[in-house]
T-cell receptor
Framework: DAKTTQPPSMDCAEGRAANLPCNHSTISGNEYVYWYRQIHSQGPQYIIHGLKNNETNEMASLIITEDRKSSTLILPHATLRDTAVYYCIAQYGNKLVFGAGTILRVKS | GAGVSQTPSNKVTEKGKYVELRCDPISGHTALYWYRQSLGQGPEFLIYFQGTGAADDSGLPNDRFFAVRPEGSVSTLKIQRTERGDSAVYLC?????????????FGNGTRLTVT
């Protein structure tokens, strides 16, 4: 299973785009990149996932580099409610393995 | 629609006691997962069911931990002779499919405190 590396914390101004980076240099061709977030006292919330192509949904966009060694989660207009721990996971097989994640603080 | 439901939301027990934690997955989800989360850390995988069978129990820390899913829906995580180190939030998740193109959907967990 590929290991992911994320910055421990980031700040973002309310209303601006939040760009959260993730390195997964050992990812294999069959491993999906997943992003989850967790707000205090709640379970992890699914955001988005992708394999090779960039993906967009109502919550966020996922940009995966052509060599698949890194990706960026983009929250286009961050709000205070987006303050959370964001987990980037590269996984193949039957389970997700979580790291420590990035604490995103959205500030007014 | 209804998400993953876990009961109880909080459980306090004494060291040495037996506890059961329940998970009701999303209807129609064949895969079910148990995770454990300690303060300040990411969730740690415990066990994965596909239908009624445990397909991967490699994350169970020792033989005091056991989980069942007898009818392929509701699952129960059982912990015998609880220890203070078992205190954590126990998370359950479910998904549609057999491969990793199906996102996991998590419940809000059961906070277990062993005194």
């Amino acid at each position: 299973d590929a290991k992911t590396t994320q910055p421990p914390s980031m700040d973002c101004a309310e209303g601006r785009a939040a760009n959260l980076p993730c390195n997964h240099s050992t990812i294999s061709g069959n491993e999906y990149v997943y992003w989850y977030r967790q707000i205090h006292s709640q379970g992890p919330q699914y955001i988005i996932h992708g394999l090779k192509n960039n993906e967009t949904n109502e919550m966020a966009s996922l940009i995966i580099t052509e060599d698949r060694k890194s990706s960026t989660l983009i929250l286009p207009h961050a709000t205070l409610r987006d303050t959370a721990v964001y987990y980037c996971i590269a996984q193949y097989g039957n389970k997700l393995v979580f790291g420590a994640g990035t604490i995103l603080r959205v500030k007014s | 629609g209804a998400g993953v439901s876990q009961t109880p939301s909080n459980k306090v027990t004494e060291k040495g006691k037996y506890v059961e934690l329940r998970c009701d997955p999303i209807s129609g989800h064949t895969a079910l997962y148990w995770y454990r989360q300690s303060l300040g850390q990411g969730p740690e995988f415990l066990i994965y069911f596909q239908g009624t069978g445990a397909a991967d129990d490699s994350g169970l820390p020792n033989d005091r931990f056991f989980a069942v899913r007898p009818e392929g829906s509701v699952s129960t995580l059982k912990i015998q002779r609880t220890e203070r180190g078992d205190s954590a939030v126990y998370l359950c998740a479910s998904s549609l499919g057999r491969n990793m193109n199906s996102p996991l959907h998590f419940g809000n967990g059961t906070r277990l405190t062993v005194t």
